[in-house]
């Protein structure tokens, strides 16, 4: 299987809705679409702004985004992306999404559990970012059965009933309409596959909280700014976390959208979550 990010491979057969009545309150307390605005972080903009917005966030952070990431959790990400990859159950000749894929973590795990019967798709909205993540990848000799598709969470180009499994890990939160994108995820699970949301969440550790917040709005900006020479990318990482659902919240959403047998893992005491959902 020859790797490719073009994404006419596969028919795209999503119908997009948003419907909401109140674009103030939704926006800044539920962190939901409306109509005409919804959250950048803290900042209010117009949906259709949002996208080249966050866009331009993962551009200017492709190239150090690992490292950062290894920064910033003292490399405890890479713990919580391999009980993602347990918890999935993936077996040898599946076919699995991994959604924002960012530099290729998950899809290289999942490419040696799969095998050569079996097939990894790699999506990320962002061009700079799958350009990082499929030269890595072809670095590290992962070559048969990888693909690379440019694509939005909201409207997958992939038929119905196709994948065993489907992961999205720290991408949901970037999502306009995280509603459409649950309903477009599902749509193209196979009956009896499980989506896995692995995303920053609430902490739930009595005291946690406080001594999160300061390492959020005064340590990230900083170490953005000295190592990556980008503040502000990282303040925005930290203002959409808070306005990105809770834990129970996501699991109603995943419930509204169909997928059944849904439930969630606190990781660091609630800063990240694992949710999981059936299509059954």
Known sequence: MNSSTDNNTYNNSDNQSENSSDKHSRAAHEGAVNESTTHFGYEQVRAEEKAGKVAGVFHSVAGSYDFMNDLMSMGVHRLWKRYTIE???VRSGQRVLDIAGGTGDLAAKFSVLVGDCGEVVLA?????????????LIDRGVL??????????ECLPFPDNYFDCITIAFGLRNVTDKEAALRSMRRILKPGGRLLILEFSKPVTPGLGPIYDMYSFKLLPLMGKLVAKDDASYRYLAESIRMHPGQDELKTMMEDAELERCEYFNLAGGIVALHRGFKL
């Open 144 to 153: 048969s059965n990888m693909e690379y598709v440019q694509a939005n969470a």
């Open 87 to 89: 918890m999935s159950g």
């Open 124 to 136: 990320d909205i962002n061009e700079s970012m799958l350009k990082v993540g499929r030269e890595r």
